[in-house]
């Protein structure tokens, strides 16, 4: 498989199963749709115990799909069950923290960033990459014209990758492409009938391979 660099790339966001299996299925089966960059892991409402156990089926099924698995707030979990990455969405001291104490080891990225001077603390803190959304903010069909806006400025002045969080319409993801930004990341669009996550992969692969801006070497 071409692991298109040159364009916007896919991020997909664990649905909230609390099935195990399922949960694992869904995912693996979404990623034989086509290329994914990363699958970022949240531990939604799971104690530490059951989300490190979850953690462990899933981040081998990522790395055996060439896609990074990055673990949301929890660095211990991330170590213990080798995970790439490290999403931190919280506070900007966390970030830092992240930063200071994993980068090169992990990848470490996130931020809640809502205008553009939060953006600029957080790229100072020259994090893998930033994130313009929330994990679960893709309530509406589009993505939120604000994270586009965001995404648009930081991505046409900025060398750090962005990730812009896309609508519960697939086709949002072209939208996120359309501002340069070098991911989009997708949750219930890919997600809500997990039966047909593998060809919404697909799909949106297909669209962006055919629409989506080439970024220049």
Not at 78 to 106: N, Q, T
Request: one cysteine or more; aromatic letters at 6%; proline letters at 6%.
């Amino acid at each position: 498989m071409t692991v298109p660099e040159d364009r916007c790339r896919l991020v997909l966001i664990v649905p909230d199963i609390a099935d195990i299996e399922q949960r694992t299925k869904a995912v693996a089966d979404a990623l034989r749709g086509g290329d994914v960059a990363s699958v970022i892991i949240p531990q939604y409402g799971l104690d530490d115990g059951t989300f490190q156990k979850h953690a462990e089926k899933l981040v081998p099924v990522v790395q055996a799909a060439g896609a990074a698995a990055l673990i949301a707030g929890d660095s211990r979990v991330a170590g213990r069950v080798k995970a790439d990455g490290l999403h931190i969405a919280g506070k900007l001291a966390d970030l830092a923290e992240a930063v200071e104490k994993f980068v090169p080891k992990l990848i470490v990225g996130g931020g809640s960033a809502t205008e553009r001077h939060s953006a600029l603390e957080i790229g100072e803190l020259r994090p893998d990459y930033i994130f313009f959304g929330k994990l679960d903010g893709d309530i509406k069909s589009e993505a939120h014209p604000k994270n586009l806006a965001l995404g648009e400025w930081w991505a046409s002045m900025i060398e750090i990758p962005c990730i812009i969080m896309g609508g519960s319409d697939p086709k949002s993801a072209l939208d996120v492409a359309l501002t340069g930004a070098e991911f989009v990341a997708l949750h219930t669009a890919v997600f809500a009938d997990p039966a047909a996550a593998p060809s919404i992969v697909a799909e949106v692969n297909a669209l962006l391979d055919e629409k989506a801006p080439r970024f220049e070497d």
